[in-house]
């Protein structure tokens, strides 16, 4: 349910408008440096500011409970929390009775005989993958291997090779809150969404560098189900493609084979990586190389004609409230942290 991985275990707790969100983590090695430093980088990452993101701004500063004395982990359950400050309740009553189209408010609401928490989408909201990015932090410090993610695509347009979407701390302020960005390839599109009231999607492509051969076990474990069930659990994901991907329903088996080559260290590996570092759910040397489809935000200040459940007909909805235009904007580091907790549970369990 809210809890992920055997031996490096992860559970999530909060809501996106409660007192706090965090998360418990089982399973660190002792020994480890770690301060409230360590996540800066990262959150930043996560955080809104770039160009068509939430409005929302809150302090995300991770405050340790436990697991941690002078400065080093001491193999004690790990506990994170993150307070909520800036919160806005009042946008969500009205999805009530008339649930937002794409949202897992009707879902929610049934599952838990509505005694869910609506505010901010409660449990089920985007804000919970803040302590999944902090628990990629810890565990990407028991990696000896990278894990590094980057947008390829927003609205179907193409990343710039070197250019990046986090503001620095010396770019400019806009009204809405947001960074003027000098190098932001989708600042039109992202302008023309907004303007129309609409959203877009993105897809974020994940390289894991350094990884030896090896890790990863046969069939229900198998480094791609791992973490294809952990990148499905980020709040969004459509699809998750490794090397070669759906591309390789169109090849022949002559083209998608790769055949090994010698490494000079009495090692070999495949020559194109087509299978994205990993063969019969094992990693085979290579990196690893997958994609993820982030679609596009469901929360949009565009009219939807849906179906009112208090008044039983069909009416007009006009979302109110602080949103993003593209959420894929901010989703890289989530997409390694949860990478880096798939890995740092295989590797603990070699």
Known sequence: ???????????LFGE???????VVIDGVRPGIPLSINDFKTDIRRRAPGAYGTTERREDDIPEILSGV????????????????????????????????PGHADFTAALKFLDFNDPAGSGHFSGRLTLPIVAAGVVAKKMLAF???????????????PGSSVIPSEAEEALPDGSVEEKDNPWKDILA??????????????????DIPAGIG????????????????????????????????????GSEHND???PTGNGWAKPVKNGAGGINGGIT??????????????SSIAKKQNTFNFAEGRMTGLEIPGRHDVCFALRTPPIVEAMTAIVLADLTLLQ
């Open 284 to 297: 085979n040397g290579c990196d690893i190389v997958f994609r993820v489809a982030f679609k596009p935000t």
């Open 217 to 252: 076990e046969p069939f229900f474990d198998s480094v791609e189900a791992l973490i294809s069930h952990a990148i499905f659990s980020i709040p969004g994901v459509r699809g998750i493609e490794f090397g070669d991907g759906f591309r390789a329903a169109r090849m022949k």
């Open 69 to 100: 004395y002078k400065g080093h982990t001491t193999g004690a359950p790990l506990t994170i929390l993150f307070v909520n400050n800036d919160t806005e309740s009042g946008d969500y009553q009205l999805f009530k009775d008339t649930p937002r």
């Open 16 to 22: 996106s408008h409660g007192r706090g969100i965090g």
């Open 192 to 209: 023309k969404a907004k303007a129309e009231g609409d959203s877009l999607g993105g897809v974020v492509e994940c390289v894991v560098r």
């Open 146 to 160: 990278s894990v590094q993610a980057s947008i390829k695509e927003i609205g179907g347009v193409p990343a710039i």
């Open 1 to 11: 349910m809210n809890t992920f991985g055997r031996v490096f275990r992860v559970s």
């Open 259 to 261: 055949p090994f080559t």
